[in-house]
C-alpha cells in the first residue's frame, strides 16, 4: 500500500500528534497524514481496560459539570460503579486551592507555529491575579513517576501554550512562565498530585523544541517505523507494521498512559450527561 508524506498545510499539532512523532515517527504518519484505520486490539485485558478508559471519560464529565456548577448531589446518582464512586468522592474530598480563581474548563488555546497550528485542550485553568493552574484530570491505576510525566509533551505543549496565547484569560496581559503551574491530579491519589511549576528558561527551551519538531515534521519526506520495539505494543498499527499481532499487556502506570493516550479521548463524542 502506498502512504502519504506530504504534511498537510496547515496542520493542527497537538501534544498527542507530537508525542506520536516522538514515540514513531511511522506512528504520526500513519496516523495524521495517512488517517489510516487499522483496527487492533490496543491493549489486553480488553473489557477490562476499555471499561477503565469508558470511566475515565465519565469521570471527566462529571468534574467539568460540576466545575460549571451542577450541584453535587444531582451528578452523584451517576457515579456509579465502583471506581466511579471512588474518585468522585476523592475529588469532592479534595482541596484543589482554586476557591476563589476563575476556572476555565474544557479550554481550548491554540497559536500559530510555522505555517501551522498548535492547539490543546486543557481539562481546568484556574486564574487569578496573574497566576495560574493547569489542572488535568488523571485516572490511573498506579501513580506515574514525576520524571517520566515532567517529560511527556502533554507537560511542555500545555504551559507553553498557556504563556503564549493566555493572555485573554489574564486581562489581556499574558501569564509570564514564573506564574503558570501543571498539576496532574490522580484520582486514585488524591493526596499526591504531581506539581510542575514553570519558568522562562523551561518556556524559552519547549517552544525552541515544540517550533523545531514542527520543522522537522513539516519537512520530512521519510516517516521510520521506531526502533524501539516496546512502543509497538499498544499501536494500533502492530500488524500493518508486522510488530506483532497481540497487544501488550498494561503492567505499569507509564504503560498504562501510553495505552490510554492512544485511545485518544475525544470529549466531543460524549454526549452530553442527562439529568
Ligand atoms: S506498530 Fe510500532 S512501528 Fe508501527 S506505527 Fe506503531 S509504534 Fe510505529
Known amino acids: 500500500m502506498d502512504v502519504k508524506s506530504q504534511l498537510p498545510t496547515p496542520f493542527t499539532f497537538s501534544q498527542s500528534s507530537l508525542q506520536d512523532y516522538a514515540d514513531c515517527p511511522r506512528r504520526f504518519q500513519l496516523r495524521y497524514i495517512e488517517q489510516l484505520s487499522w483496527p487492533a ?139 503558570i503551574e501543571m498539576v496532574y491530579w490522580f484520582a486514585d491519589y488524591p493526596n499526591d498530585p504531581a506539581r510542575f511549576p514553570y519558568d522562562a528558561k523551561q518556556f524559552k527551551r519547549d517552544w525552541s523544541a515544540i517550533e523545531k519538531m514542527v520543522s522537522e515534521i513539516s519537512s520530512a519526506k521519510k516517516f521510520e517505523l521506531t526502533e524501539d520495539e516496546k512502543m509497538c505494543r499498544f499501536c494500533t498499527y502492530r500488524s500493518y507494521c508486522d510488530r506483532g499481532r497481540q497487544a501488550g499487556q498494561i503492567e505499569d502506570s507509564e504503560a498504562e498512559m501510553e495505552a490510554e493516550e492512544l485511545f485518544d479521548v475525544n470529549f466531543e463524542q460524549i454526549g452530553e450527561i442527562a439529568f
Open 41 to 179: 486490539i490496543e491493549t489486553e485485558p480488553v473489557v477490562e481496560n476499555e471499561r477503565r478508559q469508558l470511566e475515565g471519560q465519565l469521570f471527566h464529565r462529571l468534574v467539568q459539570q460540576h466545575l460549571l456548577g451542577l450541584p453535587a448531589e444531582k451528578l452523584s446518582r451517576l457515579a456509579n460503579t465502583p471506581d466511579l464512586q471512588r474518585w468522585w468522592q476523592n475529588y469532592l474530598a479534595a482541596d484543589l486551592g482554586i476557591g476563589d480563581y476563575a476556572r476555565f474548563t474544557e479550554l481550548a488555546l491554540s497559536c500559530p507555529v510555522g505555517k501551522h497550528r498548535l492547539l490543546a485542550k486543557y481539562d481546568l485553568a484556574a486564574i487569578k491575579d496573574g497566576k495560574a493552574i493547569i489542572f488535568d484530570w488523571k485516572t490511573y491505576a498506579k501513580r506515574p513517576r514525576n520524571e517520566w510525566l515532567s517529560a511527556r509533551w502533554q507537560t511542555r505543549v500545555y504551559r507553553s501554550l498557556l504563556t503564549v496565547a493566555g493572555a485573554h484569560l489574564n486581562g489581556g496581559q499574558p501569564i509570564v512562565p514564573e506564574k
